[in-house]
């Protein structure tokens, strides 16, 4: 079965530091991969994605993400953390064909002064 | 161009009520999405719609559900005789084609039921 795991629901970052974001996912056929942000009462806005070819991705806001097939794994990076990043993470997978994407439940970031 | 847009923002309704929400999607875009998203929760898929094709109405939770896309542009969710789990946000989304490419999300629909 298809599923997505994020399994921080709430991490606590100081600014200037560094964030990595933890994504597993399940899936019968080869991934496309996704990470969304989503602010309080926001829509979700899609920050990079992975379909095939080099496996570490570049995303807006100095994001990025590095996918492993061996892991199951696609976490999302970003080397120095703004304030402005404090928002809702989705990981979220699907496949060309197919209908919908898979979201995990999210990871709610924190940024401290 | 503008984006995906959702009315209303928000609806509080009374149990039992029947609600209709409505999304206007990006023009040109094939593919239309809903999904709901709990407290707490990611986002359920519940539809898909693509062009002419039957829509996928494989993630509605019950037939209270139900949706319809009118001339490949404005779609509406409709949900009957509301309940107080259907409390949740109603996002919906659209594509160029299907899942393959980038899904663009509106801002959602908050509803309320007391």
């Known amino acids: 079965a298809q599923s997505v795991t994020q399994p921080d629901i709430h991490i606590t970052v100081s600014e200037g530091a560094s964030l990595e974001l933890r994504c597993n996912y399940s899936?019968?056929?080869?991934?496309?991969l996704f990470w969304y942000v989503q602010s309080p009462g926001q829509g979700l806005q899609l920050l990079l994605k992975?379909?095939?070819?080099?496996?570490l991705v570049q995303g807006i806001k100095g994001f990025e993400a590095e996918f492993k097939r061996s892991q199951s794994s696609f976490n999302l990076r970003k080397p120095s953390v703004h304030w402005s990043d404090a928002a809702e993470y989705f990981c979220?997978?699907?496949?060309?064909?197919?209908?919908?994407?898979?979201f995990g439940t999210g990871t709610r970031l924190t940024v401290i002064p | 161009g503008a984006g995906v847009s959702q009315s209303p923002s928000n609806k509080v309704t009374e149990k039992g009520k029947d609600v209709e929400l409505r999304c206007d999607p990006i023009?040109?875009?094939?593919?239309l999405y809903w999904y709901r998203q709990s407290l707490g929760q990611g986002l359920e898929f519940l539809i898909y719609?693509?062009?002419?094709?039957?829509?996928?109405k494989s993630g509605l939770p019950s037939d209270r559900f139900s949706a319809e896309r009118t001339g490949g542009s404005v779609s509406t969710l409709t949900i009957q005789r509301t309940q107080q789990e259907d409390s949740a946000v109603y996002l919906c989304?659209?594509?160029?084609?299907?899942?393959?490419?980038?899904?663009?999300f509106g801002p959602g629909t908050r509803l309320t039921v007391t």
């Open positions: 989304a659209s594509s160029w084609e299907r899942t393959g490419n980038e899904q663009y």
């Open positions: 719609f693509q062009g002419n094709s039957a829509p996928d």
């Open positions: 023009s040109g875009h094939t593919a």
């Open positions: 979220a997978v699907g496949a060309l064909g197919a209908n919908n994407l898979f």
């Open positions: 992975y379909f095939s070819g080099d496996t």
């Open positions: 899936y019968g056929a080869t991934p496309y």
